[in-house]
């Protein structure tokens, strides 16, 4: 089965393709040209959904044919103690330009600016699977927490300044399997397999 990601982001991209090495995964670029998707939801459910249905669309406009699931993530990561910041705007938190580097940058003076060198946080991922004119979620959590500084330059987004439970290091310096095996990505996409088993006979 052809899966096509509503996604542009290449950390995202590279890290589900990882994860789903038996199939045939590509972005809806590849297909439609890039376009941007206005993610106007106020959960990371609605946005993922939001995002699958952009792209669904589009692949009707352009009349595709050939039988695909289409996968959306919406993920991020929620400090409780900062308000729930940065959550469902974890990739813009520094602005319509962000960059890793900036949105890092931007919590990390969040936490100094209130005296905080280590706090609880989680990770949340929510996947929209698209597919014969309906659309299913699945979500998936890491707990943890994130410090004041970063560490390592491993993994993407805020990985270098997450410590998750259980361990003393960073995502940004853990072992790309180890991350694997705790990914709240991981998570929401085990159980969107299952899902996407039941719907494909």
């Known amino acids: 089965m052809k ?8 950390g995202k991209i590279k890290e589900l393709q990882n994860l789903l090495q038996n199939d045939e995964v ?7 040209g890039p376009f941007d998707i206005e993610e106007t939801g106020t959960t990371f459910q609605e946005n993922a959904v939001i995002k699958a ?16 699931i289409v996968i959306s993530d919406d993920s991020g990561i929620t400090v409780p103690v900062l308000n729930n910041e940065p959550g469902i705007y974890s990739a813009r938190y520094s602005g319509s330009d962000a960059s890793d580097k900036s949105n890092n940058k931007k919590l990390i003076s969040k936490l100094k600016e209130n005296n905080i060198s280590k706090t609880p946080a989680f990770y949340t991922a929510c996947l929209a699977v698209a597919y014969n004119g309906s659309i299913y979620t699945t979500h998936g959590w890491m707990h943890g927490e994130v410090i004041d500084k970063e560490i390592g330059s491993g993994g993407f987004g805020y990985d270098p300044l997450f410590i998750p439970k259980g361990f003393d290091e960073t995502l940004g310096t853990l072992p790309v399997e180890i991350k694997k095996s705790l990914s709240h990505r991981t998570k929401a996409l085990d159980l969107a397999l299952k ?6 006979k």
């Open 53 to 68: 249905q952009a792209v669904v669309d589009a692949l009707k406009e352009k009349d595709y044919q050939e039988e695909c």
């Open 26 to 32: 590509i972005p809806y670029s590849d297909i439609t």
């Open 3 to 10: 899966i096509i990601l509503a996604s542009a982001n290449k």
């Open 195 to 200: 899902l996407i088993k039941s719907l494909v």
